[in-house]
Nanobody, 124 residues
Framework: QVQLVESGGGFVQAGGSLRLSCAAS????????MAWFRQAPGNEREFVAA????????YYADSVKGRFTISRDNAKDTVYLQMNSLKPEDTAVYYC?????????????????WGQGTQVTVSS
């Protein structure tokens, strides 16, 4: 099992930026994929971005392409989500997730390890 701790959420005006961090521990991440999901009140949890730890390959939801960037720091076992040009519709609790060797990155049910979430609020 991988333990995940998110940080970096907060309140920002539309057009602003935030960087989320997710620190992982408990497993070697070499064969893991890590992802960010988000969930707004009344909505289902939705995929935001994913990264394959070994290759660095990245995947994004259409709604965030060109605005968000997922990256990893091998030395710190940490994954980041840089969020630029934020919109009010980006407001949600953002969750970090990890799973061993998966292909369908965008499906929440494929991930067993989750962080506690961090709130992002974007005002108009």
């Amino acid at each position: 099992q991988v333990q995940l701790v998110e940080s970096g959420g907060g309140f920002v005006q539309a057009g602003g930026s935030l960087r989320l961090s997710c620190a992982a521990s408990g497993r070697t991440l070499r064969s893991y994929s890590m992802a960010w999901f988000r969930q707004a009140p009344g909505n289902e949890r939705e995929f935001v971005a994913a990264i394959v730890w070994s290759s660095g390959s990245t995947y994004y939801a259409d709604s965030v392409k060109g605005r968000f960037t997922i990256s990893r720091d091998n030395a710190k076992d940490t994954v980041y989500l840089q969020m630029n040009s934020l919109k009010p519709e980006d407001t949600a609790v953002y969750y970090c997730a990890a799973e061993f060797s998966i292909v369908a990155y965008s499906i929440p049910g494929n991930y067993n390890d989750w962080g506690q979430g961090t709130q992002v609020t974007v005002s108009s």
